[in-house]
């Protein structure tokens, strides 16, 4: 099986350039947060490939907020990660049911409901990443929003998980891919240290992955951070 790798941007140090560079050097894939407006045209001088935008208002913009503002306000920022994923040519956006623990009273519902208006928005496939209970008090394990996908049941919205979110659902983190379809799948160690520096077996990860599509993502690391995860999860994965 093929792997492509890619990096989450807020793994990354320095001004967007700085950014496109080192991904440029490694041969990796960007995906892009979308945390508001802001100029992205350097895209057009690399050959660096965005496959995936992130909607990253939602950890502040909660579309299951209790309050109406907010989920519209969310609701919008998702509308429009899916025009700047559409207009710079990425196949999927990838946002989470919500985050936090202040959440409406018809949370299922509403959550079913805005995701199958915004699958029929776009062609592009709607990645829903699952969280941890520490990240959220709605659908915190990846059964649970492989549940949510299915009650979806649309064919452009899709599975995505977290190495580290899913240690801290006390899952396993090796043997859950035997039962999930996990279309991209976010690389982080304990702690959300770059991987190697933890306790999670990335080896046999590889080994059991049914995911292609792999992406880099930690908190707080440097280049060195990046390149040593980078070059350690390289030489676990097959040629």
Not at 17 to 34: H, I, P, Q, S, V
Not at 135 to 151: C, I, N, R, Y
Request: charged share 25%.
């Amino acid at each position: 099986m093929t792997y492509i790798l890619g990096c989450v941007e807020q793994c990354l140090s320095g001004s967007f350039e700085d950014k496109l560079d080192l991904l440029e050097e490694l041969g990796l894939w960007l995906e892009l947060a979308n945390s508001g407006p802001r100029d992205i045209s350097p895209l057009d001088s690399y050959s660096v490939k965005v496959k995936t935008v992130q909607a990253y208002m939602p950890h502040k913009l909660h579309w299951l907020n209790p309050e109406k503002k907010m989920q519209e306000a969310a609701y919008e920022h998702i509308l429009d990660t899916i025009k700047i994923a559409e207009d710079i040519g990425a196949d999927h956006v990838l946002t989470v049911p919500t985050y936090g623990f202040d959440l409406a009273d018809n949370s299922r519902q509403l959550c079913v409901q805005n995701f199958r208006n915004i699958s029929k928005e776009t062609n592009l496939v709607i990645l829903i990443e699952a969280l941890s209970p520490k990240k959220t008090g709605f659908l915190h394990s990846l059964p649970a929003v492989a549940e949510l996908v299915d009650e979806i049941n649309r064919d452009n919205v899709g599975l995505a998980a977290d190495t580290w979110h899913i240690q801290e659902s006390d899952l396993e983190v090796v043997e859950i891919f035997d039962d999930f379809d996990v279309i991209e799948l976010h690389l982080r160690d304990t702690n959300s240290t770059p991987p190697g520096q933890g306790t999670i077996d990335f080896r046999g990860i590889i080994k059991a992955l049914s995911p292609q599509l792999l992406c880099l993502e930690f908190n707080g690391g440097t280049k060195m951070d990046l390149i040593a995860a980078y070059k350690y999860l390289t030489s676990l994965i097959p040629n």
